[in-house]
């Protein structure tokens, strides 16, 4: 049976539910939000998924799947700008970008992965 590891459990939820060999991130928000534009939001949310893989004993080369979520999708060559310059290139995971309402107006993006150990 596989065994299941939770990364920052809280009262709600886990940042990271690690279930076998695979990651699965809660969706990430940015901390730094007044005045911070969706590119210096993704920037920071991309380090927070960062620190949560290198914890779970992964790394974003690993990544197989990512789901971002925009609070305006016509801010989405400013989210692939940071996206791209975090990227690793020879490894691209899947993904799915979509325009999404998010819990509060101050963040303008949301990201969820799911990576292999």
Not at 5 to 31: P, Y
Not at 65 to 94: C, E, G, H, K
């Amino acid at each position: 049976m596989a065994k299941t590891k939770r990364i920052g459990a809280g009262a709600r939820m886990s940042k990271a539910v690690v279930h076998g060999d695979l990651i699965f991130t809660a969706g990430q928000v940015a901390d730094k939000t007044k005045g911070e534009g969706v590119s210096e939001q993704t920037a920071e949310i991309l380090g927070f998924i960062d620190a949560i893989l290198a914890e779970a004993g992964s790394e974003k080369a690993k990544i197989l799947s990512a789901t971002i979520y925009l609070a305006d999708i016509s801010t989405f060559s400013q989210m692939n700008a940071a996206w791209d310059a975090w990227l690793d290139r020879a490894n691209p995971p899947a993904r799915a970008t979509v325009e999404a309402k998010l819990v509060a107006p101050e963040f303008k993006v949301e990201i969820a992965v799911i990576a292999a150990i």
